[in-house]
């Protein structure tokens, strides 16, 4: 399929095949996604209100446009994220030392006195505010607004975790994310980039992720599993969605990762996860470096940007290290297994072998 004989007809043969992939397989996806974000949307708005009148600092920013709910994030057909984001961090200074890969903290600044925060409580007797203490919190309330949701015989707390997560109609994985936004600012552990010898992407594009800023979430920090740390319970996780889909805008890149997201689900996902979407997209990031030009994304090129995805794929879990794109100093397979990790690579390469080797693999892939 991506070797061809007849450059020509190969070519053609290929549009076709990916255009039937996504009719068939990424089009039955995204129905199930649809109809996921229905079956949640109304429960998690349901529990948000009812979490905001018993604390109104906890203002539910999940909204229904037009059938579609914005804030809702999908991970997967099955697993969605909220995040909540939280008002009034103008009393904090981001401290981003890159100590904690990542992560970072929010603290007191100098001269403000705890009191001048609408989040007094949670603020450490050294000045930070503790992502974990806003979390509990949080959890304490969403539990309680569970047991009195119209919805309660359909959700349920899950307590194996100290994140805030949701079972609903025990099909599908919610979770609830406390945030702060983070406009018109960057953090320093990501000063790095763009790399100035890459092409892509371009200066304008890059100047317009940075003023997207980024997003600090109240979640269990990968970095810091299996540490002691002191900074444990305050540290909050960098995130930058926003920056991310920007920088996805444009030709067949979301195409791309569409298909990349619908192999995934159907061939790589197994115990431990070692494979997440994450991952996926963010290999598709590095692979915007190497062909940067807006025609090596065409419909046309599209099976030579997935093989390179997957063969790139295939290195990081060889050699057990998958560099965050803004990040690099965050694996994203910490915590994973070497079984994990070996299993999920002779996965991927059966699947590329299968790409590379039959001209009609999208059809039964």
């Not at 004989?5 to 039955?28: C, G, M, W, Y």
């Not at 050294?126 to 959700?155: E, H, N, P, W």
Request: aromatic share 8%.
């Amino acid at each position: 399929m991506l070797v061809p004989s007849d450059v020509s007809d190969s070519q053609n043969n290929l549009v076709t095949q990916v255009d039937k992939f996504v009719k068939d397989r990424v089009f039955t996806r995204n129905l199930q996604v649809r109809r996921g974000v229905q079956d949640v949307g109304k429960v998690v708005q349901d529990i948000l209100k009812e979490v905001e009148a018993q604390e109104p600092r906890f203002i539910s920013s999940l909204t229904e446009v037009n059938g579609k709910f914005e804030g809702l994030d999908v991970i997967s057909p099955t697993e969605f994220e909220v995040v909540l984001y939280l008002n009034q961090m103008g009393v904090f200074n981001f401290v981003d030392d890159g100590s904690l890969p990542g992560c970072a903290v929010l603290k007191l600044s100098d001269g403000r006195k705890r009191s001048m925060s609408l989040w007094v409580e949670f603020i450490t007797a050294s000045g930070y505010l503790s992502s974990r203490k806003i979390r509990s919190r949080f959890q304490t309330l969403v539990a309680q607004a569970c047991d009195k949701s119209t919805y309660r015989d359909s959700v349920k707390m899950m307590n194996d975790t100290s994140e805030v997560k949701l079972r609903i109609r025990e099909r599908y994985i919610v979770q609830i994310t406390p945030s702060f936004k983070c406009s018109g600012v960057w953090p320093r552990s990501a000063a790095h980039w763009p790399l100035v010898h890459i092409a892509w992407p371009h200066p304008h594009l890059a100047a317009q992720v940075k003023t997207e800023g980024f997003d600090l979430l109240s979640k269990e920090c990968l970095a810091l599993q299996g540490k002691q740390s002191a900074m444990e319970g305050d540290a909050w996780v960098i995130s930058f969605k926003e920056a991310e889909a920007a920088l996805l805008m444009g030709a067949s890149r979301k195409k791309c990762l569409s298909i990349l997201k619908t192999l995934r689900d159907r061939h790589l996902d197994v115990q431990g996860n070692p494979v997440s979407s994450y991952v996926v997209q963010t290999l598709l990031l590095y692979e915007c470096e190497k062909h940067p030009r807006e025609t090596e994304w065409a419909e046309g090129a599209l099976g030579d940007r997935i093989a390179g995805i997957l063969m790139q794929l295939i290195s990081c879990l060889q050699c057990r290290r998958c560099p965050h794109y803004f990040l690099p100093n965050l694996d994203l397979f910490r915590g994973k297994s070497t079984s994990e990790l070996d299993n999920a690579s002779k996965l991927t390469w059966r699947l590329v072998r299968e790409l590379l080797t039959n001209s009609k693999a999208l059809e039964s892939l």
